[in-house]
């Protein structure tokens, strides 16, 4: 069966087409539709007569990730895949760039990037999973929503600190574990010193979490403060802002109530088996896995999170292993919230964190570690489709562990030629060759081979 591949680059409003066949050559040329009724009438008769002429042929469509403006088009591919033989996929856009690069090609333009679409699909057929459709769409519009709340609401947080040391300083030591609700309501009313220095104490005192004696603290406090900015404008813009970050709060747990009320997916109900893994957390978790099946193993989704172990060794820099942190930063940061949360409420995490705090690494570096074992069993609670069992990691854990063979990679990279201290190398390089030539006459006098027979 012949195979031909459809590159397709998306605009607002309009999209680039090419078609390829197996050897890369242009079947139909470049051509440009818009995102219309119109434009995509015209692209079913243009495919499906390509399709009639090529008869016995499969044809491979694929769109770019580009933030929600390939959805209408790979709708269409996938509605068309009912009538045509036509199979389409959603892929990243790193791939064709790096193709692009690798091609040394300088020139760029709508139809070169649809032409590297298809040509990404030839030379990495493996890496590319056509007809997924996403079952999460409503769901991931709320996911998208909260975060995009989260982050305005940290910005704003961000600046309110900075208006509080140069208009309010005094309330900045009840800021070091964030900015309290209490302060927020205060700042609400009274969002400058001097209006606090006039506020009665009792109606300071009304706002929950602020006793009689804290308010009076507050009052004093504002009397004698040093602010340099006690102007009516600052004190709008403080007001404006912490108006702002209230409703926002508002709005992101509203959002939150909704998703844990109107969720029902049983991949929600196996993760929060697992103590630590709470109902938003566990819907972040299944919106940016989308399906376990993508991951043949427990490494691949350790990739895909970039929670991995990487070893950076080149020229004369000394190597050491790492969390890759490559990928999207958002499914890591809720794996990391869950590690920190597991910690306190799981006792094999638990277990698991004091073990290797003991030996001697960081809380940081732990606090990966756990990030890495969390994901693995999630992985086995997706794929197998069960609760969260600890026994059953208890168990993997007994089993021996891999053990490195007596093998050294040295000796073979070394094994056409030996390492010579006439070679002009660097002098952190001439100091390394001496402790490994050091090292090797070690173990050759301890091995027997050079010591004498009484000392043996």
Not at 22 to 50: A, C, M, R
Not at 106 to 114: E, F, L, P, T, V
Not at 233 to 245: C, F, N, P, Y
């Amino acid at each position: 069966m012949a195979k031909l591949y459809l590159g397709c680059d998306v605009s607002k409003g309009y999209a680039d087409f090419i078609i390829l066949d197996e050897n890369k050559q242009i079947v139909e040329p470049y051509f440009q539709l818009d995102d219309t009724f119109e434009g995509h009438n015209k692209l079913f008769d243009i495919l499906s007569n390509l399709l009639a002429k090529h008869t016995d042929s499969i044809m491979y469509a694929a769109v770019e990730s580009t933030g929600g403006l390939e959805d209408n088009w790979l709708h269409l591919f996938y509605r068309l895949g009912d009538i045509l033989n036509i199979k389409a996929a959603r892929i990243n856009p790193l791939g064709p760039v790096a193709l692009h690069k690798a091609s040394l090609e300088r020139n760029k333009n709508d139809g070169i990037s649809a032409q590297y679409v298809a040509e990404y699909l030839i030379a990495y057929p493996n890496k590319v999973s056509y007809n997924t459709q996403d079952p999460y769409v409503s769901l991931r519009k709320q996911w998208n929503l909260i975060q995009m709340y989260s982050k305005q609401k940290t910005q704003l947080l961000n600046l309110l600190s900075i208006y509080l040391y140069t208009s309010l300083p005094f309330v900045v030591r009840y800021c070091k574990q964030g900015v309290p609700n209490w302060l927020l309501q205060l700042l609400g009313k009274y969002p400058s010193a001097s209006r606090i220095a006039r506020a009665k104490e009792q109606a300071i005192s009304k706002i929950p979490y602020i006793s009689l004696k804290r308010a009076q603290t507050l009052i004093t406090d504002a009397k004698e403060s040093i602010g340099s900015c006690d102007d009516e404008s600052t004190a709008l813009v403080i007001k404006s802002s912490v108006d702002q970050i209230i409703a926002l709060k508002v709005s992101i747990e509203k959002h939150k109530a909704y998703m844990a009320n109107h969720c029902d997916l049983p991949e929600v109900r196996l993760l929060t088996t697992f103590p630590g893994i709470g109902i938003y957390s566990a819907i972040g978790l299944v919106l940016n896995i989308i399906s376990i099946e993508r991951f043949p193993s427990a490494k691949h989704l350790a990739s895909y999170f970039g929670v991995h172990p990487v070893y950076k060794d080149s020229g004369d820099k000394t190597g050491s292993y790492r969390m890759s942190k490559q990928g999207r930063a958002v499914p890591r940061s809720i794996l990391f919230m869950i590690a920190r949360s597991s910690i306190i409420y799981n006792p094999l995490i638990k277990e698991v964190y004091i073990e290797y705090l003991k030996s001697g690494k960081s809380k940081m570096s732990v606090l990966g570690i756990c990030m890495h074992k969390i994901l693995r069993i999630i992985f086995g609670i997706l794929k197998n489709q069960t609760a969260f069992n600890p026994e059953i990691d208890r168990k993997n854990r007994e089993k021996p562990k891999w053990t490195k063979t007596d093998k050294k990679e040295s000796d073979l990279k070394r094994r056409f030629l030996k390492e010579s201290d006439e070679a002009p190398i660097s002098r952190r390089q001439s100091l390394k060759r001496k402790k490994r030539k050091q090292s090797q006459s070690h173990n050759q006098a301890v091995c027997g081979i050079i010591a004498s027979p009484s000392s043996l």
